[in-house]
């Protein structure tokens, strides 16, 4: 939440956030299957229930900054979020772990605080970005890969998806540019190099993930000082 916050006093357009299911249903946010990397705690998130996974600090490796970080669930997000008209992308991790029910907790939710035009869901798992269109074709799903094709769109249109979110690797200027010509949104992921910065925003492309907001903005600004 933090970092969350971070970002709206940055003033950027929104964030992207990762979700997994606890082992009692709750929707929680975290990027890894597991909690070793990020907490303090090991474990995958699926074994601990979300009062137990509360307990673990998220913060524990920037003690100096912050403490007593605690994970959190979609809910306390999107209740932060109703202070603001932050776009949020959230990506289901369940590519490599099956949660039973995920979509449809996160479409319930979506739907209780009203989000539904300010959400982009997007996984590796194009299966469920094609289960989520047929249960609510009015939330915009975008499917995520790292895998070359020479018609990146197609991707797209075979499971239903409003946009491309690629590494930024595999994806050339020309096919950024034909993606968006069939309709088709591109947000390559993770452009943390201004050079790169610089080459996606030239060519248009319809936003880019960073961990960087502020560079981003510098990049953004430089060229449009031009």
Known sequence: MVS?????DLGADGIELDVHLSK????????DETINRTTNGKGFVKD???????????????????????IPTLKEVFEWAKGNNFSINVELKNDKIEYHGLE?????????????????????????????????PDIETAVLFNRRSKEPWKIAEDYKAKAIHPNYRIITDEQIEETIEHHIAVRPYTINEPAVMKRLFEVNCTAIITDYPELAFQVRSQLLSK
């Open 48 to 70: 601990y229930t979300l009062a137990e996974l509360k307990q673990f600090d998220a913060s524990y490796r920037f003690k100096r900054q912050f403490k007593g970080c605690t």
């Open 24 to 31: 009692d249903g709750e929707i929680v946010v975290i990027h």
């Open 104 to 136: 449809e907790r996160v479409i319930n939710l979506i739907r209780s605080y009203e989000f539904e035009k300010r959400i982009v869901l997007s996984s590796f798992n194009h299966k469920s970005m094609l289960k989520f269109h047929l249960m609510a």
């Open 4 to 8: 969350f916050m971070a970002c709206e």
